[in-house]
Protein backbone atom coordinates (compact mmCIF):
# COMPACT_ATOMS: atom_id res chain seq x y z
CA UNK A 1 0.00 0.00 0.00
CA UNK A 2 0.83 3.65 -0.28
CA UNK A 3 2.70 5.87 1.92
CA UNK A 4 1.14 6.47 5.27
CA UNK A 5 0.36 10.36 5.04
CA UNK A 6 -1.40 9.51 1.25
CA UNK A 7 -4.58 11.28 0.81
CA UNK A 8 -7.56 9.14 1.38
CA UNK A 9 -10.11 11.13 -0.55
CA UNK A 10 -13.37 12.66 1.11
CA UNK A 11 -14.19 9.55 4.19
CA UNK A 12 -17.64 11.29 4.34
CA UNK A 13 -19.21 9.42 1.37
CA UNK A 14 -18.96 6.11 0.18
CA UNK A 15 -16.72 4.98 -2.44
CA UNK A 16 -17.54 2.61 -5.77
CA UNK A 17 -16.50 -1.25 -6.04
CA UNK A 18 -13.98 -1.52 -8.62
CA UNK A 19 -16.04 -3.83 -10.68
CA UNK A 20 -19.36 -2.98 -10.87
CA UNK A 21 -19.33 0.19 -9.48
CA UNK A 22 -22.05 -0.24 -6.87
CA UNK A 23 -21.48 2.09 -3.48
CA UNK A 24 -19.13 0.35 -1.29
CA UNK A 25 -18.90 1.29 2.55
CA UNK A 26 -16.44 0.68 5.21
CA UNK A 27 -17.30 -1.07 8.17
CA UNK A 28 -15.51 -2.11 11.34
CA UNK A 29 -15.86 -6.17 12.11
CA UNK A 30 -16.40 -6.14 15.74
CA UNK A 31 -15.00 -9.70 16.33
CA UNK A 32 -11.17 -8.92 14.77
CA UNK A 33 -11.62 -4.89 15.63
CA UNK A 34 -10.42 -4.24 12.11
CA UNK A 35 -12.07 -2.61 8.48
CA UNK A 36 -13.38 -4.06 5.75
CA UNK A 37 -15.27 -3.95 2.79
CA UNK A 38 -17.75 -5.69 0.50
CA UNK A 39 -19.30 -5.17 -2.68
CA UNK A 40 -23.15 -5.07 -1.36
CA UNK A 41 -23.56 -7.18 -5.78
CA UNK A 42 -24.56 -10.57 -4.61
CA UNK A 43 -22.58 -11.66 -8.38
CA UNK A 44 -19.62 -9.82 -7.74
CA UNK A 45 -16.44 -11.12 -5.72
CA UNK A 46 -15.18 -8.25 -4.64
CA UNK A 47 -13.96 -8.19 -1.03
CA UNK A 48 -11.43 -6.31 1.36
CA UNK A 49 -10.49 -7.16 5.00
CA UNK A 50 -8.06 -6.94 7.69
CA UNK A 51 -7.34 -3.10 7.59
CA UNK A 52 -6.38 -1.71 10.77
CA UNK A 53 -8.32 1.45 9.98
CA UNK A 54 -11.37 3.07 7.99
CA UNK A 55 -8.80 5.24 5.90
CA UNK A 56 -6.42 2.43 5.03
CA UNK A 57 -9.53 0.59 4.07
CA UNK A 58 -10.70 3.21 2.00
CA UNK A 59 -7.26 3.82 0.48
CA UNK A 60 -7.15 -0.38 -0.46
CA UNK A 61 -9.93 0.15 -2.03
CA UNK A 62 -8.75 3.30 -4.03
CA UNK A 63 -5.81 1.35 -5.24
CA UNK A 64 -7.84 -1.47 -6.23
CA UNK A 65 -9.80 0.20 -8.38
CA UNK A 66 -7.16 1.82 -9.83
CA UNK A 67 -5.39 -1.15 -10.64
CA UNK A 68 -8.48 -3.26 -11.92
CA UNK A 69 -9.17 -0.05 -14.27
CA UNK A 70 -5.93 -0.02 -15.56
CA UNK A 71 -5.73 -4.22 -16.20
CA UNK A 72 -7.57 -3.56 -19.82
CA UNK A 73 -5.69 -0.47 -21.05
Not at 21 to 37: C, K, L, Q
Request: net charge neutral.
Amino acid sequence: MGRPNEYAGDMRWGWECPRCDADVSVARDPGSETFHWVCPTEDCPSIGFGFASRRRARLALREYREAYQNIYR
